[in-house]
Structure formats: structure tokens, C-alpha cells
């Protein structure tokens, strides 16, 4: 089993409508969640981070956490052109005693394509 | 400069061939990666440094050789690759490694690596 898992898409939304990205961690120590955006031939860029159950708005983005059904989705209300990117999934175990404690494990990602 | 930089930003060597990648935050952080992303994989930690100290090595190849010598500046030795090695290497650059509030990771534009 992946340790994080993404739906590798690509996933198409029309312009203005809401894109819903989703994340399945196994970990279920996990503590810490980023949601991170890759246009093509550049580097991640961080976007939301969650750390507690529930959801958190930023704009047109909105995280979701639910560590019980170790899920975590990320909404991109009234999408744009310009939101057409990979979404990265990135998850940070329990800090345990020293060991993995600088580790973010990645989801292999989701393409996402905005359509006008 | 600000951010995470890294030099150069692309890169083609021969598999006898010495090279290193350079990486410097401005962000006044503590800790370093290095990270590998191969095409249709998500992105693989390689190397974690908190404080100039190596605190985590993730079976990378010894062919791979990481230094740190202060907590801004974060070097990759290459030395007798493979053509499998050819990637995009990203450092990132986060305040801690243990805090989850601080745990945030900034990536700087990456270094294109192609081993002929």
C-alpha cells in the first residue's frame, strides 16, 4: 500500500466550477498535512497546510481533514485557467523519537486541467 | 535574493564526470533537503540537515554525496551517475524539522540533471 495516495487524474473542471482534490494517508500517526502546486517544469509551491481536523479556508482554497478516515482533500472554488497545475499530497508522520522526523512523504499527485 | 536559489539550473553530464548542485535559503531556516523527482514518481527525499548536522539519509547511493556547511548553504556532490539518475533535484529549506507548526517546506526552481 502507498503511503500517500492521489488519484493521478488528470482531472478536468469547466472554468468557475469547484476542482476537489483528494488525499489517503496509511499513517495513521500522521500529524501534520500540505497541500503543495506544480505548474509544469517548475518546483512545488506550498498552498495550505492543516494540522487538526476540520476544514481551513484560504481564498478560493479550502483544506479538509479528517484524521479518522485518513483523508485529507483539498476544494478550489470558482476555478481558473491558471489553477491548472499538479497537486501535490504531502504528509509528515508522528514525530517519534528522532527517526523520520525531517520526512514529508508525497503523493504522487494530481493533474488538473481548467478548462475556459 | 530571496527564497530558496539553486544552482545551476540545468545540468548534462557524463557518467565519469564530477559535478555539484547548489542550494542557498535566505529565509533564516534551520533545516535542508534535498529531494529527487523522476518523471511519473512523486518526489523522494534524499537527504534531511537540521543545524548543518545530517539527520537523515534515505538509501540514497553513495554516488550522491551531500554537504552542509551552514545552515544557509546545502551542496550536492555527484560523482560516476547513471543514466537513471537523470531528474529534476529540488532543495527545500523549512524553520525546523520537529515542530509541526514550523514544518512547512519551501522549494527552490530545482536543478534539471541529465546523465548521458
Known amino acids: 500500500q502507498k503511503e500517500v495516495e492521489q488519484n493521478s487524474g488528470p482531472l478536468s473542471v469547466p472554468e468557475g466550477a469547484i476542482a476537489s482534490l483528494n488525499c489517503t494517508y496509511s499513517?495513521?500517526?500522521?500529524?501534520?498535512f500540505f497541500w503543495y502546486r506544480q505548474y509544469s517544469g517548475k518546483s512545488p509551491e506550498l498552498i495550505m497546510s492543516?494540522?487538526?481536523?476540520g476544514d481551513k479556508e484560504d481564498g478560493r482554497f479550502t483544506a479538509q481533514l479528517n484524521k479518522a478516515s485518513q483523508y485529507v482533500s483539498l476544494l478550489i472554488r470558482d476555478s481558473q485557467p491558471s489553477d491548472s497545475a499538479t497537486y501535490l499530497c504531502a504528509v509528515k508522520p508522528l514525530y517519534a523519537g528522532g527517526t523520520s522526523y525531517g520526512k514529508l512523504t508525497f503523493g504522487q499527485g494530481t493533474i488538473l486541467t481548467v478548462h475556459p | 535574493e530571496t527564497g530558496v536559489t539553486q544552482t545551476p539550473r540545468h545540468l548534462v553530464m557524463g557518467m565519469t564526470n564530477k559535478k555539484s548542485l547548489k542550494c542557498e535559503q535566505h529565509?533564516?531556516?534551520?533545516?535542508m533537503y534535498w529531494y529527487k523527482q523522476s518523471a511519473k514518481k512523486p518526489l523522494e527525499l534524499m537527504f534531511v540537515y537540521s543545524l548543518e548536522e545530517r539527520v537523515e539519509n534515505n538509501s540514497v547511493p553513495s554516488r550522491f554525496s551531500p554537504e552542509c556547511p551552514n545552515s544557509s548553504h546545502l551542496f550536492l556532490h555527484l560523482h560516476t551517475l547513471q543514466p537513471e539518475d537523470s531528474a529534476l533535484y529540488l532543495c527545500?529549506?523549512?524553520?525546523?524539522?520537529?515542530?509541526?507548526?514550523?514544518?512547512?517546506?519551501?522549494f527552490g526552481p530545482g536543478t534539471r540533471l541529465t546523465v548521458t
Open positions: 492543516i494540522y487538526s481536523n
Open positions: 529565509l533564516g531556516h534551520n533545516a
Open positions: 499513517d495513521r500517526g500522521s500529524q501534520s
Open positions: 527545500a529549506s523549512s524553520q525546523e524539522i520537529a515542530v509541526a507548526s514550523s514544518y512547512e517546506q519551501y
